[in-house]
Nanobody
Framework: LQLVESGGGLVQAGGSLRLSCAAS????????MAWFRQAPGKERDFVAAMSASGALTSHADSVKGRFTISRDNAKNTVFLQMNSLKPEDTAVYRCATGRRWSYNPTSYEYWGQGTQVTVSS
């Protein structure tokens, strides 16, 4: 599986962005899909995840109420709608997919290269 993210960029605080992650080379319809982010000098943090069926979702406390994960299994794509962005949301955002439900990045088998999100104050 190959994952390619898009949709990152520079936005002012309070603005919105929608990230997409398209998978190719196989289907992700039976896999958990997730978003992680990593700011310079910091660890990779869990942002959001959605189970294969979409019945189970989870968002980190830091983004709850502002970010929403969704997926389109027919298009092998996962999305992250980010609203009310804050400067502390600045990071490289990477999507990941794997067979298990997990908040731990080491549990995911496939990763995208990442897309930069920069929020200016």
């Amino acid at each position: 599986l190959q994952l390619v993210e898009s949709g990152g960029g520079l936005v002012q605080a309070g603005g919105s962005l929608r990230l997409s992650c398209a998978a190719s080379g196989g289907t992700t319809s039976t896999y958990t899909m997730a978003w992680f982010r990593q700011a310079p000098g910091k660890e990779r943090d869990f942002v959001a995840a959605m189970s294969a069926s979409g019945a189970l979702t989870s968002h980190a406390d830091s983004v709850k109420g502002r970010f929403t994960i969704s997926r389109d299994n027919a298009k092998n794509t996962v999305f992250l709608q980010m609203n009310s962005l804050k400067p502390e949301d600045t990071a490289v955002y990477r999507c990941a997919t794997g067979r298990r439900w997990s908040y731990n990045p080491t549990s995911y088998e496939y990763w995208g290269q990442g897309t930069q999100v920069t929020v200016s104050s």
